[in-house]
């Protein structure tokens, strides 16, 4: 990624004091003797999009679940919304993660549901009226675009509108964080560029705090340096080669950070792996 002379583009409204939302605090997990993730400590402030990335098997995948409490770490803390997860007993967790919106990398939908109930799956568990939940779905499709196939199912769509409805699914229950586990994974470049479209508009509309796995680079700064225009319902680039400044990066190598810090840091670093990396 050569090096660009890059501005700061201005938040669009003037915004609180940032509180953190996530929080790790020399974290480290093994599996099986080996180490995973080795003293890891980052915090994500109330509406930033941390971008995480780094090398296939680096430990991105277990951090998103330490971050939903999937599992624990052997040392050290996480704390999400000022809780913390790392000890927390399961019936907490869930009631937690019903603040969480979750998009899986291969969608995760139930291909015997159809596209509404898979949205609505969630809502049906918190007991929110019948009429409420379908408006609700209808808002969120219309928001990823696919209103049209409410009544489908899974199988009858293609990979990218599945991983449209997975965001559908996610952000139907206005969540105050996203993880999204890699959500381009497996698409072609065209239909990748779409669902960072659309989490590019779901971060500027709802400044939504999240967290994003993703191994193609060409992502990442489409976020870093695209904005939604409200005006014209479009994805455009930020004027003056901007960048957005709620959107920063965490770098992963061998279960250590290796970056964490803005966009415009990543591409002055001077450090030699990741010159390499982002080359």
């Known amino acids: 990624m050569p090096a660009e002379t890059l501005t700061t583009a201005q938040p669009s409204t003037a915004t609180a004091e940032p509180q953190s939302v996530v929080v790790f ?21 109330h509406g930033e999009t941390r971008i995480i990335l780094g090398p296939a098997g680096g430990g991105k995948s277990v951090l998103m679940k330490l971050a939903n409490g999937l599992i624990q770490p052997d040392s050290g803390t996480i ?13 907490e967790l869930f009631k937690l993660r019903g603040r969480i919106g979750m998009v899986f990398q291969e969608s995760a939908l139930f291909d015997s549901l159809s596209v509404e109930d898979n949205v609505a799956y969630r809502l049906h568990e918190e007991h929110v009226p019948e009429a409420e939940i379908h ?29 449209r409805v997975s965001i559908a699914r996610a ?16 698409l072609d470049p065209i239909t990748s560029t779409t669902i960072i479209d659309l989490v590019i508009k779901q971060r500027d509309v709802t400044q939504t705090t999240s967290l994003l796995i993703t191994h193609r680079l060409q992502d990442a700064f489409l976020l870093a340096r695209n904005r939604f225009n409200p005006k014209t319902g479009a994805i455009e680039p930020i004027p003056n080669n901007g960048i957005d400044p709620r959107t920063k990066f965490l770098v992963l190598n061998e279960g250590r950070i290796v970056f964490d810090g803005t966009t415009e840091e990543l591409v002055h670093t001077t450090d030699p792996w990741l010159k390499d990396y982002l080359s």
């Open 171 to 186: 952000i139907v229950t206005n969540p105050d964080l996203i993880l999204y586990d890699s959500p381009t994974g497996g």
């Open 25 to 45: 605090d020399h974290v480290s997990i093994r599996f099986d003797l080996k180490c995973v993730l080795e003293d890891i400590s980052f915090t994500v402030q």
């Open 135 to 163: 408006a609700r779905v209808v808002e969120a499709l219309r928001f990823v675009e696919l209103e049209h196939a409410i009544d489908k199912f899974p199988p009858e769509l293609s990979g990218g509108m599945r991983r």
């Open 79 to 91: 704390h999400v919304f000022g809780e913390e997860v790392s000890s927390m007993p399961e019936s």
